[in-house]
């Protein structure tokens, strides 16, 4: 075990691609454009182009592949994986310090992880502005700070697409998934090491050509890209099915990559019955994307083909309603992908910080196993004022049941917590903070659930108030807790608890005062994909929007903080600050290289406490 | 155990004060009832906030009773005494009543009130329908962006006020079968100016998708005579995403007496005879 390097010795001569004069990253951008243009004008030559533009919606789609692999090459498939291909020796060196090695092509699973929590916060930057061009618009009731409703509808579309397909579904699995899955479990690599290291790059690809997708013209679905509204939206979907493509196939690879890890990987003791809650989280969220990420992928192309050919899938003469159940097919599994990795982390943070060992630990694991299950199985209650009775009611039913798995996850929370000896800091606060906000997103699912009741919510503000509480409530205050837990792992500082708390407050304050007057304002009528609205909504929303601009104020806070922690931070005393029982605590701090020099040999449970509990791990040379 | 009822006693008292607290907010849900299925929608959201309230309290007062009661004193190092992994009567009845309360959610009110809801004959409805009367057909035509509507007993075929806009009028207590099409007369030989809407009146608590291709039917008796002008939350809009027209796809509504409703027909008629 010992022996496996965490990444790859580099091989040949410094001469290939990754040794030019310029930064991979500017390279690749001009690779991307280089590629775009050739395509590009080859199909606008060959096309029947009957409006003689340059860029029409075939030569778009065309030139954004030769972009994607002018880009894909450029930051690595060329020297790591086609020149091997043909015989060719591999040709890349990867740094081991520096901030330059998280702009380029890495093997090791360490800078990966951080690659993608770097990618991924930009991602979240950029589509956190578009939320607050959004709640400036909502200040007042007619049109000002857009012009166009088109505009307007077209952020919509970004802020959500971005938000869901870049951070969402990324940052915990990608990003922690990646960093953290093969230390929990004792290993020095992941399964697929130079596979994983491309599968970062088509993140930042896919959102920014979500982002540049008003280039080509608007388009008003928001983020379900749903037809047949799409339709008639300008060439601007294409670079949202594209972009989407290109996201979730960043996902899809993490799934794979992780997957094989968690099975193959594995310390000698770390039997499945020991397996981390973080790794089991990831695990189950993995599988999630196997099964489900494919579904949407074929639907997207679906989508393009109904755009460009064009072929009536969805239109009047096709089947309308059959682009919105295939996205809901995915789209009700792609919630639970955010989330779940939050229930594992609630579950790995609190018995740590609680010094008390994780209750009914079998429940949780079960708790995760059939919210992955269930979630295949609801998706129609997205849909249900175009249902019927008979259609309704069993989608109704598993709904309501699959809160009986997700309380598994309060039930072992709550357990642990009682008689506990907690210590109360930023990442446990903010654990806390989470199943606060959560529970108030699950149980107001109770009343989406109910067909009657839903007749009136649906499409409302109650409903996004409702995914708001569990995205933002649940996961990235879980991601945030995760991030002041992990912080004196990633960069050995330690930041001041006293700032963490601030920052914590402050987002849960203001958290809770935007997003609990969703709920009021959707039952007073607000009603959803509207840049303008009835007047006497006006006061409430101009207030909420305050409130909004407080909260994006408070993450800007916290993501300063915390980089400023990492680079700046007072460096930390102990190498496990928590006293963490898991095997990621049992590296140096930061870890450089290889995890673990010598094998962890796991003999006992990592959520056992108490003072006569013996040692679980045992290093072997 | 003296732990255990400490906390269960002030679950107890705080599900009651919030119980009692909150009634108001949970029978008022819906904000502003116009018609039967708004009633029974605002009696399943209450029945659901009653139930879910004690449920919650639970949770929340856990979240915070047992950090600040179990805290580690400042200073205090080393492992909790107590290191429980299990307890059978927890898991059991955590499992037990969640499983409960899901399915009798399912029960009541779901399965019992979304009966009603597409049924010619909605549930309650009996004390405000007068004998023996057919429900009155109102056709409502979805397009892009524009509600038209037509009353075919007293042959309207569009329905406008003094400005030409499209508007419409129900009668109170009169049970109405609105028949929904998404179609375009003015695009007829375009699929795909076919798009999906959604018919919401907020005061009557329901949507019904409209949706290219099919007919669909949604049945309400109005109870209360109101208007756009008196309250808002009584309009027609448009709930579904439908192109950048969407915010403006809404009209204004009157639910009046019959006798009022009868002299807006008979103007509706003399005004459709003379253009």
Not at chain 1, 391 to 416: D, K, N, Q, R, V
Not at chain 1, 449 to 460: G, L, R, Y
């Amino acid at each position: 075990m010992s022996t496996v390097p965490a990444f790859e010795t580099p091989t040949g001569t410094n001469t290939g691609l990754s040794k030019g004069i310029l930064a991979p990253m500017l390279r690749g951008v001009l690779w991307a454009a280089v590629g775009f243009l050739a395509l590009n004008t080859l199909v606008t030559l060959v096309h029947p182009n009957v409006v003689h533009s340059f860029v029409t919606q075939v030569s778009a789609t065309f030139g954004w592949i030769g972009a994607l692999v002018g880009w894909m090459f450029a930051m690595g498939a060329w020297d790591a994986v086609i020149r091997p291909s043909f015989g060719f020796a591999a040709n890349w060196t990867e740094r081991a310090t520096g901030w330059r090695k998280y702009f380029e092509y890495s093997t090791d699973h360490k800078v990966i992880g951080i690659q993608y929590l770097i990618f991924s916060l930009g991602g979240f930057l950029l589509a956190g502005l578009a939320a607050m061009f959004m709640r400036l618009q909502l200040m007042v009731d007619h049109m000002w700070f857009y012009q166009f409703p088109n505009a307007y509808l077209t952020t919509v579309g970004i802020h959500g697409t971005v938000m869901m397909f870049s951070f969402g579904t990324v940052i915990m699995v990608g990003g922690l998934g990646n960093y953290f899955i093969p230390m929990m479990i004792g290993s020095n690599k992941s399964a697929f090491p130079r596979l994983s290291g491309l599968s970062v790059w088509f993140l930042p690809f896919g959102y920014m050509t979500v982002i540049m997708s008003p280039l080509l013209g608007a388009w008003t679905t928001g983020w379900r890209g749903y037809q047949p509204l799409a339709s008639q939206d300008g060439n601007g979907i294409i670079f949202y099915y594209l972009g989407v493509f290109a996201m979730l196939l960043s996902s899809l690879i993490v799934a794979l990559n992780l997957t094989s890890t968690i099975i193959f990987n594995r310390a000698p003791g770390l039997r499945w019955s020991r397996l981390p809650m973080f790794a089991w989280g990831m695990l189950t969220v993995s599988i999630l994307n196997i099964i489900w990420v494919p579904e949407i992928l074929m639907t997207f192309i679906l989508g393009l083909l109904a755009h460009i050919v064009p072929l009536p899938f969805f239109t009047a003469v096709g089947s309308p309603l059959t682009y919105l159940e295939l996205f809901w097919l995915f789209g009700h599994p792609e919630v639970y992908i955010v989330v779940v990795p939050a229930f594992a982390m609630w579950q790995e943070i609190i018995p740590v910080m609680s010094r008390k060992s994780l209750f009914a630990r079998q429940w949780g694991i079960m708790g995760l196993i059939f919210v992955m299950l269930l979630s295949g199985m609801v998706w129609a209650h997205h849909m249900f004022p175009t249902m019927q009775n008979k259609e309704i009611l069993p989608f109704s039913f598993f709904t309501e049941m699959i809160s009986i798995p997700t309380g598994f996850s309060y039930l072992a929370i709550l357990g642990t917590l009682w008689n506990s000896k907690m210590r109360l800091n930023t990442p446990s606060i903010l654990v806390l903070m989470s199943m606060f906000n959560f529970l108030i997103g699950g149980l107001t699912g109770l009343f989406l659930a109910d067909p009657a009741v839903n007749f009136q919510i649906h499409d409302t503000f109650f409903v996004v108030g409702h995914f708001h509480y569990t995205i933002i409530g649940g996961m990235l205050f879980t991601f945030m807790a995760a991030m002041y837990y992990w912080l004196p792992k990633l960069s050995g500082r330690m930041y001041n608890d006293k700032w963490g708390m601030i920052g914590a407050v402050w987002v849960f304050l203001a958290f809770n005062a935007t997003f609990i007057q969703f709920f009021i304002v959707g039952l007073r009528g607000m009603n959803r994909w509207v840049p303008v609205y009835p007047q006497y909504l006006q006061t409430m929303n101009f207030e909420i929007s305050i409130f909004a601009f407080l909260l994006g104020a408070g993450f800007l806070y916290n993501v300063i903080y915390v980089i400023w922690v990492w680079n700046r931070g007072s460096v930390v005393n102990a190498e496990n600050p928590w006293n963490g029982k898991t095997l990621e605590w049992y590296t140096a701090s930061p870890t450089i290289g290889d995890n673990f020099k010598e094998t962890p040999r796991v003999v006992g449970g990592f959520y056992d406490y108490g003072d006569d509990v013996p040692k679980h791990v045992v290093l072997e040379g | 155990m003296a732990e255990v009822l400490l906390f269960g006693g002030l679950w107890v008292v705080l599900s009651g004060l919030a119980e009692y607290a909150l009634h108001p907010m949970a029978t008022h849900f819906y904000i502003f009832t116009a018609s039967n299925t708004a009633v029974d929608g605002q009696k399943a959201a209450a029945f659901i906030f009653m139930v879910a309230l004690p449920v919650f309290i639970f949770v929340v007062l856990m979240l915070i009773y047992a950090p600040i009661r179990f805290r580690a004193k400042r200073g205090e190092t080393g492992d909790s005494k107590v290191q429980r992994k299990h307890s059978k009567a927890f898991v059991l009845a955590w499992f037990s009543v969640s499983l409960v309360v899901n399915v009798f959610m399912f029960v009541h009110p779901t399965a019992s009130a979304v009966e009603g809801y597409f049924n010619s004959i909605p549930l309650g409805s009996k004390s405000t329908a007068p004998d023996g009367q057919q429900p009155l057909e109102v056709d409502v035509v979805a397009r892009q962006w524009e509600w038209v509507y037509s009353i075919p007993e007293y042959g309207l075929t569009q329905t406008v006020n003094a400005d030409g806009n499209d508007t419409l009028y129900l009668p109170v207590g009169r049970e109405i079968k609105f028949v929904l099409r998404s179609y375009d007369q003015s695009h007829y030989y375009d699929p795909q100016a076919y798009v999906i809407h959604s018919f919401w009146i907020p005061a009557f608590g329901i949507k019904t998708d409209v949706i290219p291709g099919l007919t669909r039917y949604e049945y309400v008796t109005p109870t209360v005579i109101s208007s756009t002008q008196q309250n808002q939350m009584v309009r027609v809009q448009c709930a579904e995403v439908c192109g950048p027209g969407h915010p403006w796809m809404e009209t204004n509504l009157h639910i009046v007496s019959p006798a009022d409703f009868a002299s807006w027909v008979k103007a509706q008629q003399k005004l459709e005879a003379s253009s």
